[in-house]
């Protein structure tokens, strides 16, 4: 019998599930524009491969891949690109982003598929295969999926984790997708299989999704794989990648390490159904199935191609007269979505209608009693209500050493405070108060870094100028015939192969003493100009003043440097 483990803390909030289950996936009709961010996964920023007004194909690239973490972005059908501008995103901090704007020209025309062999390639061949088709993780975290389809050298992959708990409440595209695209869903787990050659593939359902259980186990047995079917206790956040490793391995996961350093790794169950369409069919993200529900006349899951704006989907589902808002995600973890015109994104796997009956205001903030209830609904083992005081007086250093950063933000703790403080929203502002820190230090560095380099170079340029200039003087007295002892015997004696050794105040003394001969060689040879039609009294002038200008070059011309000229007064 397979043993299940626990995880420390959690939750039960009513789930919410059954109104969105009882129709099958739907496929939204294609709206009038499609806003296209071409930031949807956890690492860079896609560069634009398009341009206003040029036509692309449904499936073509219009984002190419930034580095190793990130993903490629697809056009979601045939049209013409309006603009590649900044739009609002789907994000709580509502900013613009990037975007590729697309008018659809309802032929939906392809561009050309090829399904991938992926036996007969190399695993390197078939992970650029899912960066380019744009495969990221589903689940809402986004990361590029091709980056965890690698396993750690020092550690052999011991299971694979197939995430199908969907422990939020409201959320059931995940429950809806293995009831009907189930065996799908196992062959693209088997791609992961193949390349990360783990011992056991482990697939975790909660246990009230009884219909999603029977059809993974049945197309399993079509499949003709030995993948285990479990049923996982529901309790949030079961769904969260720590926790299930947790519950199906009995693996602790420490906050400083990555799974595939315990021989585990973990993905979601739409993830595998898109690398399979990917590889199988040639086909890229280009939608994506997305519960709608909440305060609304028809709740239900819809197929969305990304980009479709906010407002097009909540009309498939009739929103009532008495709705406030929009959340994107679940209600614990979720964020209510800044605009109407917000497109839906790789991210996006659930739209509640918000209503004051379906979530009504939050009650009054009131004192920490330090009950310490938080602490123990937590699933990652911390201190809340430490963390809350820290982050209220803006002692960040102190959160980190309560190590902040291993908070998932799930939302628990804030669920089961008796004095309705929101302390995922403390714990968020000082998580984003730290970033800006370390941003603010580390281009603080780079500035001091940037400094001091340009300072070594200026020096080191002056050095190698000195250089050159001695060497150079040094050749030239070497090569003029000198013009007295004292100055022949100085510049003689610099030569390409001494001007390196000398010490600085040798090369300046051996630099002036050639710049003088220079200058001495220069009067010499200048010429009176402008002297044929002189008067006799002009003649007897200039006379006077070269009789008078000879005993005063007398001393420099005989070498003593330090002696002054005699003045005749």
């Known amino acids: 019998m397979f043993q299940l483990f626990k995880f420390k803390g959690g939750?039960?909030?009513?789930?919410?599930?059954?109104?969105?289950?009882?129709?099958?996936?739907?496929?939204?009709?294609?709206?009038?524009?499609?806003?296209?961010?071409?930031?949807?996964?956890?690492?860079?920023?896609p560069r634009p491969l398009v341009k206003a007004g040029e036509r692309v194909l449904k499936g073509q690239r219009i984002g190419d891949p930034d580095k190793w973490i990130s993903a490629a972005v697809h056009a979601p059908t045939s049209g013409t690109v309006v603009s590649v501008e900044?739009?609002?995103?789907?994000?709580?901090?509502?900013?613009?982003?990037?975007?590729?704007?697309?008018?659809?020209?309802?032929?939906?025309?392809?561009?050309?598929?090829?399904?991938?062999?992926y036996a007969s390639l190399e695993p390197e061949r078939v992970r650029e295969r899912l960066r380019d088709f744009g495969v990221v993780g589903l689940g809402g975290a986004v990361f590029p999926s091709h980056a965890k389809l690698v396993a750690a050298k020092a550690v052999p992959m011991e299971e694979l984790v197939i995430n199908g708990a969907e422990c939020e409440p409201f959320m059931t595209c995940d429950d809806m997708l293995m009831r009907e695209r189930a065996e799908e869903i196992v062959r693209g787990v088997g791609i992961f299989r193949d390349l990360l050659a783990p011992k056991r593939v482990l697939i975790g359902i909660e246990d009230n999704k009884p219909e999603a259980l029977a059809a993974m186990r049945a197309a399993v047995q079509i499949v003709g794989e030995n993948f285990e079917v479990v049923a996982v206790p529901t309790r949030y956040p079961a769904g969260g990648a720590k926790q299930l490793i947790r519950v199906l391995t009995g693996k602790e996961v420490p906050a400083s390490t990555r799974s595939p350093e315990m021989g585990v790794q973990c993905f979601n169950v739409a993830t595998a159904y898109t690398a399979w369409r990917a590889i199988a069919h040639g086909e890229p993200v280009l939608s994506r199935i997305v519960t709608l529900t909440g305060n609304v006349e028809q709740p239900r899951n819809w197929e969305v191609l990304l980009g479709t704006p906010l407002r097009d989907l909540i009309a498939l589902g009739q929103p009532k007269a008495d709705t406030t808002g929009y959340v994107m995600g679940g209600p614990m973890m979720g964020f209510e979505m800044p605009s109407l015109e917000a497109p839906i994104v790789k991210a996006t796997n659930c739209i509640i209608a918000a209503s004051p009956t379906l979530f009504p205001p939050p009650a009054p903030e009131m004192p920490c009693i330090r009950c310490g209830a938080c602490a123990q609904a937590c699933p990652h083992e911390l201190q809340p209500?430490?963390?809350?005081?820290?982050?209220?007086?803006?002692?960040?250093?102190?959160?980190?050493?309560?190590?902040?950063?291993?908070?998932?933000?799930?939302?628990?703790?804030?669920?089961?405070?008796?004095?309705?403080?929101p302390l995922v929203q403390y714990f968020r502002f000082a998580k984003s108060e730290i970033w800006a820190r370390e941003r603010e230090k580390n281009q603080a560095d780079a500035a001091k870094a940037r400094f001091e380099f340009r300072n070594e170079r200026e020096e080191r340029e002056?050095?190698?100028?000195?250089?050159?200039?001695?060497?150079?003087?040094?050749?030239?007295?070497?090569?003029?015939?000198?013009a007295s002892e004292g100055v022949s015997a100085q510049s003689v004696a610099v030569t390409d192969n001494t001007a390196a050794t000398l010490d600085p105040e040798a090369i300046k003394k051996a630099t002036i003493a050639a710049a003088m001969e220079r200058a001495k060689r220069q009067r010499e040879s200048v010429q009176p100009k402008?002297?044929?039609?002189?008067?006799?009294?002009?003649?007897?002038?200039?006379?006077?003043?070269?009789?008078?200008?000879?005993?005063?070059?007398?001393?420099?011309d005989q070498g003593e440097e330090n002696s002054a000229p005699a003045i005749e007064k």
Request: hydrophobic share 40%; with cysteine.
């Open 11 to 45: 939750v039960k909030p009513e789930t919410n599930k059954a109104v969105s289950v009882t129709a099958p996936i739907a496929i939204a009709p294609l709206p009038a524009q499609l806003i296209v961010p071409l930031h949807q996964s956890i690492g860079g920023m």
């Open 86 to 117: 900044e739009r609002i995103a789907s994000h709580p901090s509502g900013l613009p982003t990037l975007s590729v704007v697309l008018e659809p020209d309802g032929r939906d025309e392809w561009m050309e598929r090829a399904p991938l062999d």
């Open 385 to 421: 209500f430490e963390l809350y005081w820290f982050a209220r007086a803006r002692n960040f250093g102190k959160t980190q050493e309560y190590n902040i950063f291993d908070c998932i933000e799930c939302g628990c703790c804030s669920y089961v405070c008796p004095s309705h403080i």
């Open 462 to 482: 002056k050095a190698e100028k000195a250089e050159r200039l001695a060497k150079a003087a040094a050749a030239k007295a070497a090569a003029a015939k000198p």
């Open 530 to 556: 402008n002297t044929e039609g002189l008067t006799a009294a002009q003649s007897e002038e200039i006379a006077e003043i070269e009789a008078r200008r000879t005993p005063l070059q007398k001393p420099t």
